[in-house]
């Protein structure tokens, strides 16, 4: 007890400094429950230290566009009020036209550097490598990006061939031309004399003729990619036909490759005739090849003029 009594008294000095202590903890506890009426403090928002924000109001684009700033993801949502994309093709967009999608002049600077270069854009993706244009930019333009594909390119152009031939062949009697060229000898740069035939239709028709093994009526050209009435009309006074000059096929000793790449052969065809080769030997005629499963009457028509059976 005495022990407990000797650690429980205090002298004066100890006991001024715990009334000391006991006013301040007092003090310090009134002052937590009343600063907020005491006190306004002034709340500065995070937003307004991103330099994007700053640049956003800035250039004063809150009041060149309608959209609605996102300032909880402020570098998307600058991109989005920045940029004003239409369809357009990376390879054929002037200056102020890339000015008019929102790009800065530096941008468009990086952007005619590289076609300066010889580059060119073939894929959507390869105007995202741009170092110039950022991942957020690319996706809001990449829906708007329209680069046609080498068969559309092939396409214009022939349109536009077209178009200069029937325009030369029309407009100046001069272009008035009466050649006549034998059409399974005839070489490109005989075909191209001959007015609505450019080096694109004149590829055509070779091409076909090769795999067809010639043409025995003229009425074979519409099956040429391409071909229509009106430049049917145009040419057909300029041809003949020689049918002995058409290469045949060996039907019973050409291999399943050689066979199917005839036009007017397909898959099925070709599958029904080599399995009769093999299991009952070759064809001899044309009645017992219009036997086969598949060999209409029409088909018949069409291979005639193209097999041999020795």
Do not use: C
Request: net charge neutral.
């Amino acid at each position: 007890m005495e022990f407990f009594k000797q650690i429980l008294t205090f002298s004066k000095k100890e006991q001024l400094s715990i009334a000391v202590l006991l006013l301040l903890f007092i003090l310090l506890a009134l002052l937590n429950i009343f600063a907020g009426k005491l006190f306004s403090p002034t709340i500065f928002p995070a937003v307004n230290f991103d330099s994007i924000v700053v640049q956003f109001q800035a250039e004063g684009l809150e009041e060149k566009t309608s959209k609605t700033f996102e300032y909880a993801n402020p570098e998307t949502s600058f991109t989005a009020n920045k940029l004003t994309p239409f369809p357009f093709n990376p390879n054929m967009l002037s200056e102020e036209d890339w000015k008019k999608i929102g790009l800065s002049e530096r941008q468009i600077k990086g952007i005619k550097n590289y076609e300066a270069r010889g580059g060119k854009f073939f894929r959507k993706e390869d105007v995202k490598k741009m170092y110039t244009i950022s991942e957020a930019e690319y996706a809001i333009l990449e829906p708007f990006i329209v680069i046609p594909t080498p068969e559309v390119s092939k396409i214009k152009a022939e349109k536009e061939e077209k178009k200069k031939v029937y325009e030369t062949t029309f407009e100046n009697p001069k272009a008035l031309f009466d050649e006549v060229f034998e059409l399974n000898t005839a070489d490109s740069l005989q075909l191209i004399q001959i007015p609505g035939v450019g080096p694109w239709t004149s590829h055509r028709i070779l091409q076909y003729r090769n795999i067809l093994g010639g043409f025995y009526d003229k009425n074979q050209l519409y099956e040429v990619h391409g071909f229509d009435s009106l430049r049917y009309d145009q040419i057909e006074k300029h041809l003949v036909i020689d049918s002995l000059l058409i290469n045949k096929i060996r039907i019973n000793y050409f291999t399943f490759k050689e066979l199917i790449r005839h036009p007017y052969i397909d898959y099925a065809l070709t599958k029904t005739l080599v399995n009769h080769r093999e299991k009952r030997g070759f064809v001899k005629s044309f009645d017992e090849l219009g036997k086969l499963e598949g060999y209409t009457t029409e088909t018949i028509k069409k291979l005639r003029p193209y097999v041999r059976f020795d």
